[in-house]
């Protein structure tokens, strides 16, 4: 079989790795792909992951089998409903049901009407109406800008003050562009945050093993927001009895409310929560794969990838098991020195030959430059390793991270302390 993958980072390369699992994958397209992608698929790196026209027409040249649109980008811009009107078989939501990450007024208004738990919240168009409300409001707070900003969008104000400015800089400055035309100002809410992927085809889900991002640069939750520092999987805060509490007051009245809505949502919906003293909460959907969450949830799944992204096409979810390993996995991102501030680019990478077998190399953010390997973007490359226990996982990601080099490597040193922490308790 022929297969496409729309994106270019760790995320793809992870998907990538897994479909290819399958002996009956005889290429993969990566559009554009990325330098260590390269390793394992076919790269196009003119295509960028926006440039629908072109993704459309090398699908229909290649006679491509299935495709796999990875990013929020092009899912929010109609690939796939496009795909799907040339014939193509593909894994995504259409533009209709992405709008469940694509705008936050969508998906706070869809858990308000089908009383889905999330935070308590007003949408506003108006930066005057905005700041009338914060005068009399209780801080921190939350304040979100509409649409998608790079994980960027969220600022959390202390003060009035603090706030005045977040509104200016999101609606009046337009900080994120359009995005900042409407703003939901959120009710700041408390407790561990947990990830979960799942699998679903609209109706049937298969929620995939939770997992646990570190979304600030430094060490000790310090710094700016990025899209992710490292992962770990399983997040030992998310017990069975919390996973069937999300499933029936979570999990399935979401698929419900999609298709209630006219759009029902098929691909993987991520739901990014908030175990809140009165229980899980969503923060926020996605309505893709995690970025690095994929990293460490992937290399845990015993399950034919592909197998499972086709019953999502065709909607036979419900006769598929998806089984997962009982192991643990850690992550650590190695990112350009100043990430995700300004960093410099072009810095060869040393990557040893012989790395332990548990041990996977996921390409983020690199190229290749007269065929050396060299550095291009913040995040850089994802070192996950796999093992029977989480403490095992992170010492071998962490020995493998230290002997890969360029020039400004930076990582965070304590990720998966918090919940190697919480298991000790
Ligand atoms: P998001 O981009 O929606 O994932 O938000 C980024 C981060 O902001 C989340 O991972 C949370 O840590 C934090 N956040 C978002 N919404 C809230 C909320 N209502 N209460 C507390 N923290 C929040
Ligand atoms: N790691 C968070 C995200 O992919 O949005």
């Known amino acids: 079989m022929k297969l496409l ?25 990566a559009l554009p792909g990325n330098g260590g992608i390269a390793q394992d698929a076919v790269c196009v790196p003119e295509i960028g992951a926006k440039d629908i026209p072109a993704i459309v027409d090398f699908a229909k040249t290649h006679a491509i089998d ?19 009107e040339a014939g193509i078989p593909c894994f995504g939501p259409d533009a209709k049901a992405a709008r469940i990450e694509s705008s936050k007024v969508f998906s706070k208004n869809l858990m308000r009407t089908y009383g889905i738990p999330t935070a308590a919240y007003e949408v506003f168009h108006d930066p005057k109406a905005a700041l009338e409300y914060l005068s009399t409001a209780s801080f921190p ?17 202390q003060n009035l003050d603090e706030a005045a400015s977040a509104v200016k800089t999101i609606m009046e400055d337009k900080a994120f562009g359009d995005s900042g035309n409407e703003i939901v100002i959120e009710e700041f809410l408390t407790g561990p945050e947990v ?8 109706t049937a889900i298969r929620p995939m093993v939770s997992s646990m991002d570190h979304k600030r640069a430094g060490d000790g939750d310090t710094g700016l927001n990025t899209g992710g520092m490292g992962t770990v999987a399983p997040n030992p805060f998310y017990t069975a009895e919390i996973a069937q509490v999300c499933m029936d007051t979570i999990f399935l009245p979401t698929l419900a409310a999609m298709r209630a809505e006219g759009c029902p949502f098929k691909g993987c919906l ?44 065709q909607e036979t979810l419900a006769d598929l098991d998806v089984e997962w390993s009982d192991g643990a996995a850690a992550c650590v991102i190695l990112a350009s020195g100043g990430y995700p501030g300004h960093y410099e680019k072009g810095k060869v990478l040393t990557i040893p030959e012989a ?32 093992a029977p226990t989480l403490k095992e996982a992170l010492t071998d990601a962490y020995t493998a991270a230290e002997a890969v080099d360029f020039e400004g490597k930076y990582m965070r040193h304590d990720i998966g302390r918090r919940a190697l922490a919480a298991m000790e308790d």
Request: aromatic residues 6%; charged residues 20%; proline residues 6%.
């Open 141 to 157: 707070i939350v304040i979100k800008a509409d649409g998608l900003a790079l994980g960027k969008g969220v600022l959390i104000p």
């Open 66 to 84: 299935f495709a796999v649109v990875a990013p929020d980008d092009p899912l929010a811009l109609g690939c796939v409903d496009r795909l799907h």
């Open 270 to 313: 991520y739901f990014g929560l908030m175990l809140t003293p009165d229980g899980p909460k969503v923060i926020e959907y996605n309505c893709r794969f995690g970025d690095p969450e994929t990293q460490v949830v992937l290399p845990l799944l015993k399950t034919d990838l592909l197998t499972i992204m086709q019953a999502v096409e």
């Open 355 to 386: 790395l332990p077998a548990n041990v996977t190399v996921y390409h983020a953010g690199d190229k290749l430059d007269g065929g050396v390997l060299v550095t291009s973007g913040g995040r850089v490359l994802g070192i996950t390793a796999a």
């Open 5 to 29: 993958i729309v994106g270019g980072g760790g995320r793809e390369h992870a998907i990538i790795k897994k479909l290819k699992e399958n002996p009956e994958v005889a290429v993969i397209y």
């Open 195 to 202: 990830s979960v992927l799942a699998f679903t085809d609209g």
